[in-house]
């Protein structure tokens, strides 16, 4: 039986893509800071320049994103997992030695002791009533003795 198990992730397109974005984006805030210098009341510098804090929030957003994939690009790591069996090599078939087996069979057993051990205590409060019960009935039944 031969098994094998390669895994990898290309973030090159991404990239690419990210990169691309980010110099759109740097292209539209300088039209808007050209927008900006000819703005010709207060109303427009603000709604110019609100526009440019939005398109500045994403190119630094981008620029994070490229850094972030440039970084995982260069330490990126290749796992390869390959299983071959040895020649003269027999797998076991399953079955346990005699001995093993025995082991087992204590550990069992004291498992099973210690699960009975818990139950019993933990139904103490039956063994009260329980005890309880016995004694009014033998109160009961004495006192009906002594009455005959």
Do not use: C
Not at 24 to 38: E, N
Not at 49 to 64: D, H, K, L, V
């Amino acid at each position: 039986m031969l098994e094998r198990k390669i895994t990898t992730e290309n973030v090159t397109g991404e990239v690419v893509d990210v990169k691309s974005r980010l110099q759109t984006k740097m292209q539209m805030r300088l039209k808007y800071l050209d927008f900006l210098k000819q703005s010709k009341n207060m109303e427009e510098v603000l709604q110019v320049q609100n526009e440019i804090n939005g398109i500045q929030e994403s190119i630094e957003a981008a620029a994070g994103r490229v850094e972030y994939l440039t970084h995982q690009s260069a330490m990126s790591t290749i796992n390869l997992s390959f299983y071959q069996p040895i020649n003269g090599y027999q797998p076991s078939d399953g079955t346990p030695s005699f001995l093993t087996r025995i082991t087992d069979a204590f550990k069992t057993g004291s498992k099973w002791l210690a699960d009975l051990l818990i139950g019993v205590i933990s139904i103490w409060p039956l063994f009260l009533i329980f005890l309880a019960g016995v004694f009014v009935y033998k109160k009961k039944f004495s006192v009906k003795k002594q009455h005959t």
